[in-house]
């Protein structure tokens, strides 16, 4: 529709008629709007024919005028028209803004300076011209090329400069400004143009006067101390007029050196000397240097000319008030002498005229010490200052002649001196005392009688003389190996043994000395005492140290013992060739001589041949050891590889503890690798295993391989039985040393254990010393000195000296390889985190149920959480099963899941494109409402829970990497350890667990050697939940384990009532 006619008019009562033609396509329509009020519109709209007659109301159906008025379109289109023409006409005058004009304009200058620049680079000068007065040094400004021009307005030059605009001096000289167009010097000049007259526009603005059009003019710069600096810095070199107080010029050369001035000394009047300086010196303060101005040149005095000679010229030669000249009284000119011409001296600026200084020249103070000691070990100080003849006690001053000018900077020294080491005067002699403080005495020994020689000249009786300072103890280990045990002997040299407590007793009390019982003081610096008293303690043997000349230790100390003193240099040791065999073997087990097993050699990697060395070399030596290598990288074929060697070499059966899940892939694993080895695997019901053990004389197998539970059960008859190797795999099983499973395979009689773990801290550090007892027991001492002198430390107090010795201690005895450094054909494995949003009901449960928590923990006490932690954990527990399905905690729920939903989408879309995918989720009961969602899609699955029977599970496992089923529900806890599902390429971890290790080691089951795809690995996630904090502490927790093992953990046992608050905090 087109309006082609339209007028209005408006009556008093401010109704508005409005006439019009719309044309709706070749029909015509003449609209009348009476409009009453913003919302009160009446109209009327005839349809008129082309001959121009009235065809009466235009007969079309009402649409929405304004304000929802019905209207026809026509009348619709008229008003709509009439509003716009309203609302343009309505609209007042723009006037361009002032700052726009001054933007545009600048941004032009700056576009026609670029295009100038070329021609007038380097073309202009700066020339200062610095006026120099009593309290002032100010600088005016000329420029030009040939010809100068006066700058008479440095805002406006600065102005210039930053807009890049083009000024007018005169006829004869124009250009754009900018600091290309000038020379090199005068940049830096027009710089601290900018900046000097940048800081007055700043204080000029905030005196509230400010004007974009008007600034005040600037005529010259009043360089203040940091100016001076910075400005004859840049004419240093170059020669400048100047003018004098007097209005005098002079040209003069920037120099930085030191002047060459005369300070006159001559006689005035019948008892006086009166000292000049020449009126046409000049001086100014910089920030940190002296100038001095003559009639050649403008010197920059350097440090030590401006310390000595500033005081000096400020009184002659600066400020308003100065003379150049000053007058002193005989009686006081060997005080003026001594502290200010002695150092105009040094320089050489004194000219005497008929005035001997040498007569002015005050007696010299000297000082001397007297020191003496008694049978009781008190020490006395007399000291004595004197000015020639006379002297006196250097505390007791008052009675010195006025007539003697006195060194009062040197009195000051001394008696600085004096205090510092003695404390202390005598009643009645005034001579000062040490009395029954051995660290003061010490102190005055060991670095106070330098101080005392280097001040005055020092005297000491016999008795005083006796009193030595020792350097520290030279020490000196002799290390042998017997079998294996170690045997340390230590010599201490002089140092009677007896006091050998004593000294240890200091060093822990960080003493700087000990007072040996003759009276001598021993230095106990860092020497090699205490580097064998640091690991007597570390080792737990210091008693031995104090109370034997030998030590001995066993022989699996070897590598923290000769690394540990390899640091110190000042210890002497000697080695026997046994101990220094086991070491080099320790760290050279990639050379080592060990065989591999023939069967085995083309199938073993290069890292697990060094894996399977390195079980030999802790053999040989009697050593145990966890093997700790990341999941999937074959822990398993290693220690095969090592029973399989041990048949050929010596024979005896081996033991190998691992869950009850893993037995028979145990069993296969053997079986694949090493068919020869004769394996027991001792599992069924209890008449079965006893039939086992009935045969076992008889059968006499290589191998018995049993789980965790059976082998509790079953512990009185392994306890009468001497295995060769005790292996434990999954050794995270045993991380709590209280349980059953822990005191079973420790009771085990075995030459050498080994761990397996991809995990050997789960939680804390005390799992690290439960496996260390199985392997080694008292390798890391008592559970309850590893907490004190570790676990402590290190968690508690972040100390990362306890973190270095714990993992001196270990490091030989854990070998870890990530799949990252060491498979590198590996596929990549990508982690994704999907997160869903909860809705409706479900969102409604978990904020009242997150809220009814935080409210039990705020109103708690830590005390409280302590006592309630497994209801706490309940509600925990019921916050993230809400999270996955409310119906898991809710009998009826019917409203839905979000995660739910994300899941069925990820596993359709996978197993549409082909993918086979393992879902874990340590809910069981998750997993058979999943089930039951696929059995409606038709999507065959396997589900393997801790009720599937162990044979089943290792069934299940083979049949997924060969047949078509493409969905394997895994319960965490059972199957997160031990199987091999390398056909899957996806992982789906339906819920995170606070334990990050326990999810690793799921993922592993397919991102493992022998996998040929890249694994993306889905973490899903409730948005706005615990789940995401679990997340956060996940990667929070990581780090204890990444220092010690490199692995990462997370650990709900070590989360404060604070931190759950802070996690609600964010959710609710």
């Known amino acids: 529709m087109e309006v082609t006619e339209l007028t209005a008019e408006t009556f008093w009562k401010g109704e508005t008629e409005i006439r019009g033609t719309v044309m709706d396509g070749e029909d015509e329509y003449r609209v009348r709007i009476l409009r009453k009020g913003s919302q009160n519109f009446d109209y009327s709209c005839s349809h008129i024919s082309k001959t121009g007659r009235n065809l009466g109301f235009c007969g079309v159906s009402c649409t929405q005028g304004p304000d929802g008025i019905p209207m026809c379109p026509h009348a619709h289109a008229l008003i709509a028209e009439w509003l716009r023409r309203e609302s343009r006409e309505s609209k007042h005058p723009v006037s361009t803004s002032q700052k726009v004009r001054f933007m545009v304009r600048e941004y032009t200058n700056r576009e026609v300076s670029r295009i100038m620049g070329a021609s007038e680079e380097g073309h202009y000068r700066l020339i200062p011209i610095v006026a120099i007065s009593r309290d002032q040094v100010r600088v005016r400004f000329t420029v030009g090329r040939e010809k100068q021009y006066p700058v008479k307005d440095l805002t406006a030059f600065a102005k210039a400069m930053e807009t890049m605009s083009l000024v007018q001096y005169g006829k004869g000289l124009a250009f754009h400004h900018s600091l290309q167009a000038f020379d090199e010097e005068s940049r830096a000049l027009a710089l601290l143009i900018m900046e000097r007259v940048g800081f007055f526009r700043e204080q000029y603005r905030g005196s509230g006067r400010f004007s974009m059009e008007a600034e005040p003019a600037l005529k010259e710069l009043i360089l203040g101390k940091a100016g001076r600096e910075r400005f004859f810095a840049i004419l240093e070199g170059k020669t400048i007029e100047c003018e004098d107080y007097r209005k005098r010029k002079r040209m003069l050369t920037v120099k930085r050196e030191n002047p060459t001035f005369t300070a006159v000394v001559k006689k005035e009047g019948r008892d006086g000397i009166k000292v000049t300086v020449d009126k046409d010196i000049m001086a100014f303060s910089g920030e940190k240097s002296l100038f001095i101005a003559d009639q050649e040149s403008i010197c920059r005095c350097d440090p030590d000319y401006t310390e000595c000679l500033t005081v000096f010229m400020e009184y002659m030669v600066m400020g308003l008030d100065a003379e150049n000249e000053v007058s002193v009284n005989d009686r006081d000119m060997p005080l003026f002498y001594e502290r200010v011409l002695r150092k105009l001296e040094s320089f050489g600026l004194i000219r005497s005229e008929d005035v001997d200084l040498e007569s002015y020249r005050p007696k010299e103070l000297k000082a001397s010490f007297y020191f003496d000691s008694d049978a009781a070990g008190t020490v006395t100080l007399r000291p004595e200052l004197a000015y020639g003849d006379f002297s006196f006690h250097p505390l007791a001053d008052e009675n010195v002649p006025k007539e003697i000018c006195r060194d009062v900077p040197g009195e000051f020294k001394v008696s600085q001196l004096i205090t510092t080491y003695f404390k202390y005067t005598e009643d009645g002699s005034g001579n000062l005392v040490i009395k029954n403080d051995d660290e003061a005495v010490y102190r005055l020994i060991s670095e106070g009688m330098k101080k005392f020689m280097d001040t005055g000249d020092v005297f000491v009786s016999e008795s005083f003389k006796k009193i030595r300072v020792l350097p520290p103890v030279s020490t000196s280990v002799q290390v042998r190996t017997l079998g294996r045990w170690l045997e340390l002997e230590v010599d201490t040299g002089a140092l009677p043994r007896e006091e050998l407590a004593a000294v240890l007793a200091a060093y822990g009390k960080k003493k700087s000395f000990y007072r040996m019982k003759n009276g001598d003081f021993l230095t106990l610096g860092d020497g090699g005492l205490l580097t064998v008293a640091k690991i007597a303690e570390q080792l737990g043997v210091a008693k031995e140290l104090v109370g034997s000349d030998t030590i001995k230790l066993p022989a699996y100390r070897a590598m923290f013992l000769d690394a540990a003193l390899k640091e110190d240099k000042s210890v002497s040791v000697y080695r026997d060739q046994l101990f220094k065999a086991v070491v080099r073997g320790m760290k050279d087990v990639e050379d080592s001589d060990y065989e591999i097993p023939k069967r085995l050699a083309s199938t073993l990697r290069s890292y697990q041949k060094v894996g399977y060395r390195w079980l030999k070399s802790l053999d040989a030596y009697g050593f145990g050891g966890i093997l700790a290598d990341e999941m999937g990288l074959g822990k398993t074929i290693q220690v095969i590889a090592l029973l399989l060697d041990e048949k050929a070499e010596n024979g005896g059966t081996s033991l190998v503890v691992c869950p009850?899940?893993?037995?028979?892939?145990?069993?296969?694993?053997?079986?694949?690798f090493a068919p020869e080895l004769k394996i027991m695997t001792a599992a069924g019901n209890q008449a079965e295993r006893e039939e086992m053990f009935a045969a076992y004389e008889k059968e006499r197998p290589d191998v018995i391989i049993t789980s965790y539970d059976l082998l509790k059960r079953d512990i009185l008859w392994y306890h009468e039985k001497e295995f060769r190797f005790e292996i434990i795999d999954e050794a995270q099983y045993i991380k709590n040393s209280s349980t059953q499973a822990a005191k079973s395979v420790k009771a085990v009689p075995a030459k050498t254990r080994f761990a397996l773990t991809g995990t050997p801290i789960e939680n804390h550090l005390g799992e690290l010393w439960s496996i260390f007892d199985f392997l080694m027991p008292g390798f890391l001492f008592t559970s309850q000195k590893f907490k004190r002198a570790f676990e402590m430390p290190i968690v508690r107090d972040q100390d990362p000296n306890a973190l270095v010795q714990l993992k001196k201690l270990t490091g030989p005895f854990i070998l870890r390889r990530l799949k990252k450094d060491v498979l590198k054909e590996l596929p990549d494995k990508l982690e994704t985190v999907l997160y869903s949003n909860m809705e409706g009901e479900q969102k409604d449960l978990y904020t009242a149920a997150a809220a009814s928590l935080k409210e039990q923990l705020m109103e708690g006490t830590d005390g409280d959480y302590g006592k309630e932690r497994m209801q706490i954990l309940a509600e925990l527990m019921r916050l993230r099963q809400i999270c996955c399905e409310p119906s898991l905690c809710f009998d009826g729920y019917k409203g839905g899941s979000a995660k739910l939903d994300?899941?069925?989408?990820?596993?359709?879309?996978?197993?549409?494109?082909?993918?086979?995918?393992?879902?874990?989720?340590?809910?069981?009961?998750?997993?058979?409402?999943?089930?039951?969602?696929?059995?409606?899609?038709?999507?065959?699955?396997?589900?393997?829970?801790?009720?599937?029977?162990?044979?089943?599970?290792?069934?299940?496992?083979?049949?997924?990497?060969?047949?078509?089923?493409?969905?394997?529900?895994?319960?965490?806890?059972?199957?997160?350890?031990?199987?091999?599902?390398?056909?899957?390429?996806?992982?789906?971890?339906?819920?995170?667990?606070?334990?990050?290790?326990?999810?690793?080691?799921?993922?592993?089951?397919?991102?493992?050697?022998?996998?040929?795809?890249?694994?993306?690995?889905?973490?899903?996630?409730?948005?706005?939940?615990?789940?995401?904090?679990?997340?956060?502490?996940?990667?929070?927790?990581?780090?204890?384990?990444?220092?010690?093992?490199?692995?990462?953990?997370?650990?709900?046992?070590?989360?404060?009532?604070?931190?759950?608050?802070?996690?609600?905090?964010?959710?609710?």
Not at 660 to 672: D, G, I, M, T
Not at 1010 to 1025: C, D, M
């Open 902 to 1068: 994300t899941c069925m989408e990820l596993l359709l879309n996978g197993t549409s494109a082909g993918h086979k995918i393992l879902l874990f989720s340590q809910f069981t009961s998750m997993l058979e409402i999943i089930a039951k969602r696929l059995k409606k899609e038709k999507i065959p699955f396997y589900l393997l829970t801790g009720s599937t029977p162990k044979r089943d599970r290792v069934q299940m496992a083979s049949s997924f990497q060969k047949d078509d089923v493409m969905v394997f529900l895994i319960s965490l806890k059972a199957g997160g350890t031990g199987l091999n599902l390398t056909a899957a390429d996806v992982v789906i971890h339906y819920d995170p667990w606070w334990n990050v290790a326990a999810q690793n080691q799921a993922t592993d089951r397919a991102h493992r050697i022998g996998q040929e795809n890249q694994v993306s690995v889905f973490k899903l996630i409730t948005k706005h939940t615990i789940e995401e904090n679990i997340l956060k502490l996940q990667e929070m927790k990581r780090d204890l384990a990444d220092t010690v093992v490199t692995e990462g953990t997370g650990a709900l046992s070590s989360i404060t009532r604070e931190d759950l608050i802070r996690m609600l905090d964010e959710d609710i």
């Open 660 to 672: 009850a899940s893993l037995v028979y892939n145990w069993e296969n694993e053997f079986a694949q």
